[in-house]
Every structure is written in structure tokens, then in C-alpha cells.
């Protein structure tokens, strides 16, 4: 009925590393994108917002609550 022993400090010390190592991947996901892939994405989203504004009916409404003089 022998357990091996745990050295408790380095069990707390590898489930820190361990968090950072996830948190150190989550940031990669989403930050880590070359300035060329931001540039693209950038232009992309500028491309569809200029389509859809040359599509649409009638000038936007300068006044988006619509009351005149305030």
C-alpha cells in the first residue's frame, strides 16, 4: 500500500506553466497574424463596405434620429 510521493511545489509550478502555455496559445490564434494577412483582411473589408455603399438607394441620413436642427 505504498504511494509514490508528490513533490506538491513542482506539481503547482507545471499547472502554471501549463496555464500560460494555454493562455501564450490563445493569444498566438488571435493576434498573431503577419502584417500582410492584416493588410489583406483590412482591404477585403474595405472592398465589400465600397460595394455595398455604391448599391445603395439613397444618401445615408446624416441625422440618425431623424430630428431636424439639434
Known sequence: MARDVINLGRVRKQRARDEKRRTADANAA????????RQAEEARV???AAHLDGHRRSAPDP???GEPGQ
Open 46 to 48: 474595405k472592398a465589400e
Open 63 to 65: 441625422d440618425p434620429e
Open 30 to 37: 488571435r493576434f498573431g497574424r503577419t502584417k500582410a494577412e
